[in-house]
């Protein structure tokens, strides 16, 4: 039974940083992709980060760019999401899934295992 579980959420002050955790069980990380999505209040679930399988060419949504860093510790089964320079728009619950092989990385529809998510509330 595969398991994703999210960490690291909290409330941080504009031009804070924070770091997300997600432990895969049921699942090696290693062996496939996986990404991060954010839904805010009234908004469509949107990519945030994608990682291919084996962890090289990252990708990022425009508005995340320089910021987030997305990566994987193989030997843990944790994805990470780095973020820094958070601003009031990047406030949503953010969630880790595992994408379909050969699909595109930022479309919800791609991914088959979800994580409950972790909130992340950015002040002005």
């Known amino acids: 039974q595969v398991q994703l579980v999210e960490s690291g959420g909290g409330s941080v002050q504009a031009g804070g940083s924070l770091r997300l955790s997600c432990v895969a069980s049921?699942?090696?990380?290693?062996?496939?992709?996986m990404g991060w999505f954010r839904q805010a209040p009234g908004k469509e679930r949107e990519g945030v980060a994608g990682?291919?399988?084996?962890?090289?060419?990252?990708l990022y949504a425009d508005s995340v760019k320089g910021r987030f860093t997305i990566s994987q510790d193989n030997t843990k089964n944790t994805l990470y999401l780095q973020m820094n320079s958070l601003k009031p728009d990047d406030t949503g619950m953010y969630y880790c899934?595992?994408?379909?092989?050969?699909?595109?990385?930022?479309?919800?529809?791609?991914?088959?295992?979800w994580g409950q998510g972790t909130q992340v509330t950015v002040s002005s």
């Open positions: 899934a595992i994408r379909n092989r050969y699909t595109t990385w930022d479309q919800a529809r791609n991914y088959n295992y």
């Open positions: 049921g699942y090696t990380i290693s062996s496939g992709a």
């Open positions: 990682i291919p399988t084996g962890g090289g060419g990252t």
